[in-house]
T-cell receptor
Framework: GAGVSQTPSNKVTEKGKYVELRCDPI?????LYWYRQSLGQGPEFLIY????????DSGLPNDRFFAVRPEGSVSTLKIQRTERGDSAVYLC???????????FGPGTRLTVL | GDSVTQMEGPVTLSEEAFLTINCTYT??????LFWYVQYPGEGLQLLLK?????DKGSNKGFEATYRKETTSFHLEKGSVQVSDSAVYFC???????????????FGKGTHLIIQP
């Protein structure tokens, strides 16, 4: 595709619910990253995939957060038992290879009521 | 751990003024340094980057020089335009070394407002 796309653009959910956020990277990009951006802050790294495997998940805040990339293309970030503190913009980025420039998607704004 | 510190905003300037946005970092080894920009209603875009000491990144009239001795990567532009109004993020990452790449570490962002 022309760029990284993310769906939905906005997600409102209630505390305790489960949510899935989707990222479609640029075609052919093997590296995929998830970040979380809270209001007034810079993006914070969550997890990095090289191909299908999570090469670095050190940024995931706790075990309620999980991400998959089963076919090495689309990725889904999954959040269980959402909390109000999870409210943020979740950004996805992809790169041709790990050392390449990261290209960001428009983000999904998650609001937990 | 790694960290990036950039000047607090908002920064308000008149059109054609000289711009400096300060950025300093703390990191092990030899990180790559980046400036990303987020225009209103748009996603993050790479503005420029430098991968080793004394390198100068440049794009769209913006420049930044990788200064290892002062651990800085200040963003400059000689004459700003209204269209430069955006949020600017300084960031760093460590090159892939066989042990795995890592994500970008960002500063908090500086909101730049250019008035006509």
């Amino acid at each position: 595709g022309a760029g990284v796309s993310q769906t939905p653009s906005n997600k409102v959910t209630e505390k305790g619910k489960y949510v899935e956020l989707r990222c479609d990277p640029i075609s052919g990009h093997t590296a995929l990253y998830w970040y979380r951006q809270s209001l007034g802050q810079g993006p914070e790294f969550l997890i990095y995939f090289q191909g299908t495997g999570a090469a670095d998940d050190s940024g995931l805040p706790n075990d309620r957060f999980f991400a998959v990339r089963p076919e090495g293309s689309v990725s889904t970030l999954k959040i269980q038992r959402t909390e109000r503190g999870d409210s943020a913009v979740y950004l996805c980025a992809s790169g041709k290879e790990p050392t390449d420039t990261q290209y960001f998607g428009p983000g999904t704004r998650l609001t937990v009521l | 751990g790694d960290s990036v510190t950039q000047m607090e905003g908002p920064v308000t300037l008149s059109e054609e003024a000289f711009l400096t946005i300060n950025c300093t970092y703390t990191a092990t080894g030899y990180p790559s340094l980046f400036w990303y920009v987020q225009y209103p209603g748009e996603g993050l875009q790479l503005l420029l980057k430098a991968t080793k000491a004394d390198d100068k990144g440049s794009n769209k009239g913006f420049e930044a020089t990788y200064r290892k001795e002062t651990t800085s990567f200040h963003l400059e532009k000689g004459s700003v335009q209204v269209s430069d109004s955006a949020v600017y993020f300084c960031a760093l990452s460590h090159p892939y070394s066989g042990g795995g790449a890592d994500g970008l570490t960002f500063g908090k962002g500086t909101h730049l407002i250019i008035q006509p």
